[in-house]
């Protein structure tokens, strides 16, 4: 089974902090996702990769930055904190080898910017 | 453009039939997916059809799909209260990386 965990389940920050929200995979994924939440809005895409050192800027990239050092990591980083951060955040990877795009998702991260 | 739209919420009772339907607009879409988020979880795929498939079951779970519309739906049947739950409908273009999400279906199962 593929198992991708999130550093944490939740986490309060204040306003102008850095925030690091670390995702890792274990099925040496080439794929790699950050998404965010917010009801009524449903999964938008912040920043994504396709390999190491590799990334791509999703839908809503602004305010955010991510790493991939390793392949199994993938980290979203939020340089100033601000409260229209708060949200679901919602990391997934994906194989390009599978026959089918399936994306495979964390339990997520609900973050709250004070 | 790139939009996928579900209904927002949709309440059934206890044993009977629940369908979620999505509409979709990108008609070069290779796979179309429905993923099941519980609360407090991530999401997690329920079932996946090809594009140039019409139907999928999977014991209570029955894709549909309608091409020419571009009409996706999920049917649950027998609903349990285990089934309470968002429903995401999504798909994604033939060679991208991009998955489109619709903003989901609640699904309220009265016992």
């Known amino acids: 089974d593929v198992k991708v965990t999130q550093s944490s389940r939740y986490l309060v920050k204040r306003t102008g902090e850095k925030v690091f929200l670390e995702c890792v995979q274990d099925?040496?994924?080439?794929?790699m996702f950050w998404y965010r939440q917010d009801p009524g809005l449903g999964l938008r895409l912040i920043y994504f990769?396709?390999?190491?050192?590799?990334?791509e800027k999703g839908d809503i990239p602004e305010g955010y930055s991510v790493s991939r050092e390793k392949k199994e990591r993938f980290s979203l980083i939020l340089e100033s904190a601000s409260t229209n951060q708060t949200s679901m955040y919602l990391c997934?990877?994906?194989?390009?080898?599978?026959?089918?795009?399936?994306?495979?998702f964390g339990p997520g991260t609900r973050l709250t910017v004070l | 453009g790139e939009d996928v739209e579900q209904s927002l919420f949709l309440s059934v009772r206890e044993g009977d039939s629940s369908v979620i339907n999505c509409t979709y607009t990108?008609?070069?879409?290779?796979?179309l997916y429905w993923y099941k988020q519980e609360p407090g979880a991530g999401l997690q795929l329920l079932t996946y059809?090809?594009?140039?498939?019409d139907m999928k079951q999977d014991q209570r779970l029955t894709v549909l799909l309608n091409k020419k519309d571009k009409h996706l739906s999920l049917r649950i049947a027998d609903t349990q209260t285990g089934d309470s739950a968002i429903y995401f409908c999504?798909?994604?273009?033939?060679?991208?990386?991009?998955?489109?999400f619709g903003a989901g279906t609640r699904l309220f199962v009265k016992a």
């Open positions: 999504a798909e994604t273009k033939a060679g991208g990386f991009k998955t489109i």
């Open positions: 099925m040496d994924h080439e794929n």
């Open positions: 990108d008609s070069s879409s290779t796979y």
């Open positions: 997934a990877s994906r194989t390009t080898l599978a026959s089918t795009d399936t994306q495979y």
């Open positions: 990769s396709y390999d190491v050192k590799m990334k």
């Open positions: 059809i090809f594009s140039n498939m």
